[in-house]
Structures are given as structure tokens and as C-alpha cells.
């Protein structure tokens, strides 16, 4: 079962009109939350970040936080028993009567549904992943978590088609995020990422990972990420809702701390998996 503007109904008979400027234009927002064993991981992060990217567009957010937090409830109460699932949330301008490129005063479309998912599995995650480096050619607001996802969806089938895991985006040598994920590095006990601002998302697992390694005594400091630094970081992590954090030890061919998974990455990960579980 799916959520569509108020009812619950099967995924085959939800339907949205052409004109929805969604369809039409991408002029919507969207979340993607992860649910485990039942439990929402970080709903309110999620929620406060919907809610300004709604804002920052000028969309008007239908619902209140308790009432995203019922409906969220509702949509998980509708899914057979997985352990873990993943829901995803769209809200659009809405449907206008023609296609035109300004609007006015509109009545939003909520979409929402609900994917099961495996958790992550430390031993697979001790292997290490691989990616490669691509420019950046998506535009200056990549803050905003909008559904126009057309760079971020060729960089994903580039990286299937190169069998890695992810695209590592650069912007004038520094290296920002990736196409679906944020981007840290390990350099001699410190562990770093990209600022907040315009050329990346500002991810709420990222925010974890930060809260994780400092539980765990680590440094952290939030600055621009040359290349140089990335090929020689001692360890190179990407983080997100439906990945966790996830260690890569393979970049464009050139191996990073020698194919291994660091020895800060444990620590954080098992940090993380106490989060999990403590955070509903
Ligand atoms: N992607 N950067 C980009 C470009 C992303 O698309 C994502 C998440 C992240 C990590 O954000 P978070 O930790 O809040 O998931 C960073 C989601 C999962 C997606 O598009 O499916």
C-alpha cells in the first residue's frame, strides 16, 4: 500500500495527473527515511529538512510534524512485517490546469511508500567499496533535496555500468559529495567533511556520523576536500540514509590505504549501530 493525497491504496492504482507540475517541471521535494525494526530513524531531522526545502521553495507544507509523524505511522502500520524499509516522501507544487512555467496558489501532492531493505552487514562493509571521480556539472543549490535528479541519476547508471559503488563529485579540484551520498575522509586520526552550503546536501546520516565520531573521541572538522587529500586519505567513507556509513578503498583504479579498511571506521559504524537502536 502507497499513500496518495490522504488514502492509502494499492501501488498499481495510484495515478497522478500530467499536469502535475511534478511530472511536468520536477518541482518538488522529496525525503528518504529509513525505518528500522519498526522505527524511524531520525524522523525529526528529516521532518525539519522537508520542511525548509519546502519553504526555500516556496511550497506550502501540508501537514504539521505530528500530523507527518501520524501519517508516516499509518503508511508502516500498512506494509507487511519487514524489519527494515525505507520510506519514501514527495511533495509537489501540485497540479495547475495547463502547463505553464509560473504558478499560483496550488494544492500540493503528497506521495509517500515504503521499500524493504536489508540492513548493512559489517563483513560485507569490511571489504570496501569502490567509486570513481566525475565533475560536478549539477547546479549551485544542491542543499535543497529537489526530485530534479537527472546529473545524479546518470552518475548512478555510470557507476553501475562501471560495477562501483558511487560517483565522487568534484568542483574546482575539491571534492564535495557524491551523486546519491556525502563524502568524509580519515587523515592522521581527524576525520573530515565538506562543509554545509550550496554544493552539497546537507545529509542527516552525515549529521550522525559527525555525532559518532565524536562520541568516539575523534576529531572531526568540517572543510573543502581537495583531490589530493581524497587519493591520500587514510580512509575514505560515504554516508546516507539507505547505506549508513560505508567505507571506500578503491578510487579510480588507485587503492586507498592499501585496498583496507581503516581502523577509525569500526568504531564509527558500531557507534552508528547503537544509534540505531537507540534512536525510534
Ligand atoms: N540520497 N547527498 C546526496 C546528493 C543525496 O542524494 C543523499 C541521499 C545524501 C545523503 O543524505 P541522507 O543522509 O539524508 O540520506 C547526500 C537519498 C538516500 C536518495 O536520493 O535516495
Redesign the pocket.
Known amino acids: 500500500m502507497v499513500y496518495l493525497n490522504g488514502n492509502f491504496i494499492k501501488k498499481n492504482k495510484a495515478f497522478v495527473s500530467v499536469m502535475d507540475r511534478g511530472f511536468l517541471f520536477g518541482d518538488s521535494i522529496?525525503e528518504?527515511l529509513p525505518v528500522y525494526e519498526g522505527n524511524i530513524f531520525c524522523m525529526k531531522p528529516?521532518l525539519d529538512?522537508l520542511d525548509n526545502n519546502l519553504k526555500t521553495v516556496n511550497i506550502p507544507n501540508p501537514h504539521t510534524s505530528e500530523k507527518w509523524a501520524k501519517l508516516l505511522r499509518e503508511l508502516l502500520a500498512h506494509q507487511p512485517k519487514h524489519k527494515h524499509q525505507?520510506i519514501?516522501l514527495q511533495v509537489t507544487r501540485g497540479c495547475d490546469v495547463d502547463r505553464k512555467h509560473t504558478y499560483d496558489k496550488l494544492e500540493p501532492t503528497v506521495y509517500m511508500q515504503s521499500t524493504s531493505f536489508e540492513d548493512s552487514n559489517r563483513d560485507e562493509y569490511l571489504l570496501g567499496a569502490s567509486a570513481i571521480t566525475r565533475d560536478d556539472i549539477r547546479w549551485s543549490q544542491?542543499n535543497i533535496?529537489v526530485t530534479s535528479?537527472l546529473a545524479?541519476i546518470m552518475y548512478a547508471q555510470e557507476a553501475k555500468q562501471n560495477n562501483v559503488e558511487e560517483v565522487i563529485l568534484c568542483r574546482d579540484n575539491v571534492v564535495t559529495?557524491?551523486?546519491?551520498?556525502?563524502l568524509f575522509i580519515v587523515k592522521n586520526g581527524c576525520v573530515y567533511t565538506h562543509p554545509k552550503g550550496p554544493h552539497?546536501?546537507?545529509?542527516?546520516?552525515?549529521e550522525v556520523v559527525l555525532e559518532c565520531a565524536d562520541y568516539c573521541g575523534i576529531n572531526t572538522e568540517e572543510v573543502p576536500i581537495s583531490k589530493e587529500d581524497l587519493f591520500d586519505a587514510d580512509e575514505v567513507w560515504i554516508?546516507?540514509?539507505?547505506r549508513e556509513v560505508l567505507p571506500i578503498t578503491k578510487i579510480d583504479s588507485v587503492l586507498i590505504n592499501q585496498g583496507q579498511v581503516g581502523e577509525i571506521w569500526p568504531l564509527v559504524y558500531d557507534r552508528f549501530q547503537v544509534e540505531k537502536s537507540l534512536n525510534g
Do not use: D, M
Not at 559529495?177 to 556525502?182: L, P, R
Not at 552539497?200 to 552525515?206: F, Q
Open positions: 522529496y528518504v528529516h529538512r525505507y519514501y544542491c533535496k535528479l545524479n559529495e557524491c551523486s546519491s551520498s556525502n552539497i546536501l546537507p545529509g542527516i546520516t552525515r554516508s546516507s540514509s539507505t
